[in-house]
């Protein structure tokens, strides 16, 4: 194998390696990350939801 190849197959491999890293802080971290922002921002918006129709009741009642 020629060193140039040699070369390219070095910088290749970084690569893959560098995207597998980029591909687990994904999955691992950034993921999992805002499936909790998530629900947190569905739980806000359910009891926000929750209070505007005791809201209307209130106001229906009189």
Known sequence: ???S???YMRRI???VRKTARRINAIN???IPRRK???QYISRALEEREREDI???KKLKKG
């Open 1 to 3: 194998m020629a060193a």
């Open 5 to 7: 190849d040699e070369s």
């Open 13 to 15: 491999g970084h690569e």
């Open 28 to 30: 691992e971290l950034i």
């Open 36 to 38: 909790e922002q998530l």
């Open 54 to 56: 005791l809201r209307l």
